[in-house]
């Protein structure tokens, strides 16, 4: 494989402790304190994120709220609020393309831009330039870590590699040498279930890794991704399909409490309503929607993992973007759940797919002008209108029918590695970015 000593193509920014060094840039009484950020406010749960002062102290992310306050007594903890996250990190996304475009954002703290052999050719300049947009914007507690590289992966473990606040260019004509003491789990993509195939293929570190030609790669991941991940590795882009959106779903597991058929029908209305949301911040239409549910799996001491029973309903329709059409289909899958279903319900999931851009729909000319075609545009006007207000007022200010809490709350407004919310998907009015949420233990 060709090594590529030219210009860095890649640049790969990451914040540092995100969430809790967010908590910090909006409230000054928590700048250069040891902070964890939990997402409820209880003892027993993990901390999401842990400020670089807690842990300096010696604190990992995930540890609970009890125990870190036994190794740091004097630990804040204060509850996460994923929309000020996400509304931060839309500035963020601005501030930064103030000096650079950005090409893929990977999740709510981490993205990655394309450079011109210009910008590569500025080097950490260019990365100083992120910097200081960055600190004239945002408090100084806001850092990142920078790396730039040939390719994406190499740029991220090159930044992964100088974090708290740093910035760095690899050239890969010091590979393998510069990354020589890097544990292989430590590498993005490589879990602990790859960790075993490459181990029993006899890789055991990153010169190992290295050494691998692209068939054996591609033997280990037992797929493409394989041969993908060591072109990457060896400074050669190796670029993905642009994945198309195939489906506008949330799932939602149900407490013992929330199990009845009425329970059952007020979640799978508001996940609905969520999916629907989103469905309509694009110019997508669906055309079907799946309703399933899922008994809670039965532990048994003999078998570990006792199959749990699924039901599961699709209703079709014409292809449609309003709350109106869609919960009519839902209307019907949960009656025949009703009839059918012979099991109580531990998870239930709604997914609106078949879709369709609105250009790829051929309807006839005369169904456009039928009273089903002026009908459902009506539908869809009232939907936008419901949206805009929503997104005014919090999503609760308005909802058809009747609005319980769901249990987890945030219908759709969960930050997963992926998936940024939009500011809509939460339930909520907004928070005030200053209106700490502090923890009662
Ligand atoms: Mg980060």
Same mark, same amino acid.
């Given at each position: ?46 901390? *999401?994120?842990? +400020? ?137 993509? *490589? ?43 060896? &400074? ?124 790829? *729909? ?36 308005? +909802? ?8 987890? &709350? ?9 998936? *940024? ?21």
């Amino acid at each position: 494989m060709v090594q590529n000593t030219c210009l860095p193509e890649r640049l790969y920014l990451d914040f540092d402790s995100f969430f809790a060094s967010a908590e910090q840039h909006f409230n000054p009484f928590l700048r250069g304190k040891p902070v964890g950020v939990v997402a409820l406010d209880s003892a027993h749960t993990g901390c *999401i994120a842990v +400020s670089r002062e807690a842990k300096i102290r010696g604190l990992k992310t995930n540890m609970p709220g009890r125990e870190a306050r036994a190794i740091i007594p004097d630990m804040v903890f204060v509850v996460a609020r994923p929309d000020v996250y996400v509304r931060l990190h839309k500035r963020i996304l601005r501030v930064i393309e103030t000096v650079v475009p950005i090409q893929h954002v990977r999740s709510i703290d981490e993205v990655v831009c394309e450079l011109l052999p210009s910008e590569g050719r500025q080097g950490l300049v260019l990365a100083q330039r992120i910097k200081d947009a960055l600190s004239q914007n945002f408090s100084p507690v806001l850092t990142c870590s920078i790396g730039m590289a040939a390719t994406e992966l190499l740029a991220k473990l090159a930044a992964e590699r100088h974090k708290p606040n740093g910035a760095v260019l690899l050239d890969t004509s010091t590979l393998p040498a510069y990354l020589a003491d890097l544990k292989l789990g430590k590498l993005p993509g *490589i879990g602990a279930g790859m960790l075993v195939r490459l181990n029993a293929a006899g890789v055991r570190d990153f010169e190992g890794l290295w050494a691998l030609a692209p068939k054996q790669a591609r033997a280990i991941w037992g797929s493409v991704e394989g041969e993908r991940f060591l072109q990457e590795l060896h &400074g050669t882009h190796a670029p993905r399909d642009q994945t198309q959106k195939r489906m506008f779903g949330h799932s939602r597991v149900l407490p013992r409490e929330w199990r009845s058929p009425d329970k059952v029908e007020d979640c799978a209305r508001q996940l609905l309503a969520s999916a629907a949301r989103r469905l309509r911040r694009t110019d997508l239409r669906a055309s079907k929607l799946t309703l399933a549910m899922r008994s809670q799996r039965i532990r048994s001491t003999r078998e570990k993992n006792t199959q749990a029973q699924s039901w599961i309903w699709e209703g079709q329709f014409q292809p449609s973007r309003d709350d109106h059409n869609f919960g009519r289909a839902l209307s019907k899958g949960l009656g025949v759940a009703r009839a059918q279903m012979r099991f109580a319900p531990g998870s239930v999931s709604v997914m609106l797919h078949g879709l369709e851009a609105k250009g790829d *729909i051929t309807g006839d000319l005369f169904a456009a002008l039928s009273s089903d075609a002026q009908d459902q545009a009506r539908w869809e006007n009232v939907s936008n209108m419901m949206d805009e207000l929503r997104s005014r007022f919090g999503s609760k200010a308005l +909802s058809l029918g009747k609005h319980e809490k769901v249990p987890g &709350g945030f219908v759709g407004g969960k930050i997963a590695f992926g998936r *940024i919310p939009e500011a809509e998907d939460f339930e909520d009015a907004p928070s005030e970015d200053g209106d700490t949420h502090f923890c009662s233990f």
